[in-house]
């Protein structure tokens, strides 16, 4: 956990710099429009910045659904990677799936081939549920990869397994 990160609401003011690290991250980008439209159609959606000395360095955008939290998107700026910021934004979700009574799930969609992000949500918790074949327009497929409180839905603890295990285990 990096104490100095800070994680606060995204604000208007601060999409060029999340427009910045979306396209590092994802291929293709969504284009400033798109975050309005989403920010301002679903009410429940939601999206918060991570930030350290005053720059940001990651960022995150996620529905409130009634029994679950879903994540869109969570980036970390290139040089920024490596840190526990991905970490420290995760926890803090974690946090408000806790205080929920309702919710009890966190979960999003990973491309088959993001084995950096998957290998990250393993770290996290997160479980590989689902395969949807043909997921993304270009016909790529995604894990289902959720983290959800129950206890008995919590995973084996993963210290104790070798890397290729580890990445066996979504395969
Ligand atoms: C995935 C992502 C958000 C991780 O953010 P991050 O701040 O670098 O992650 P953290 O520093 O908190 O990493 C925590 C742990 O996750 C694992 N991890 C993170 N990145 C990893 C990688 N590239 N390869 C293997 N394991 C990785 C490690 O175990 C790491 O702990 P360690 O540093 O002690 O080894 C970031 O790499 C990113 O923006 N990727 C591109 C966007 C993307 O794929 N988003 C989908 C996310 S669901």
Redesign the pocket.
């Known amino acids: 956990m990096d104490n100095e990160t800070k994680i606060r609401w995204l604000v208007r003011k601060d999409l060029k710099k999340v427009l910045e690290i979306d396209s590092e991250?994802?291929d293709p980008p969504w284009t400033e429009n798109e975050f309005v439209e989403i920010m301002k159609k679903q009410k429940n959606c939601i999206g918060r910045v991570a930030v350290k000395s005053e720059e940001i360095v990651?960022f995150i955008i996620y529905l409130m659904h009634r029994d679950r939290i879903e994540?869109i998107?969570?980036?970390?700026a290139e040089e920024?990677?490596?840190?526990?910021?991905?970490?420290s934004i995760i926890d803090l979700i974690k946090e408000n799936l806790l205080r929920s009574k309702r919710k009890n799930e966190l979960m999003?969609f990973?491309q088959d081939d993001?084995l950096?992000?998957q290998?990250?949500?393993s770290?996290q918790g997160f479980v590989a549920v689902d395969v949807l074949r043909d997921f993304y327009d270009d016909g790529d497929s995604a894990y289902l990869m959720s983290y959800r409180t129950e206890k008995e839905n919590i995973p084996l603890p993963r210290e104790s397994l070798g890397r290729e295990n580890r990445i066996a285990m979504f395969l």
Not at 73 to 76: G, I, N, Q
Not at 80 to 87: A, D
Request: glycine share 16%; aromatic share 8%.
């Open positions: 991250a994802y990651g994540i998107k969570l980036a970390v920024s990677k490596g840190q526990g910021i991905g970490t999003t990973v993001n950096d992000a290998l990250f949500l770290e």
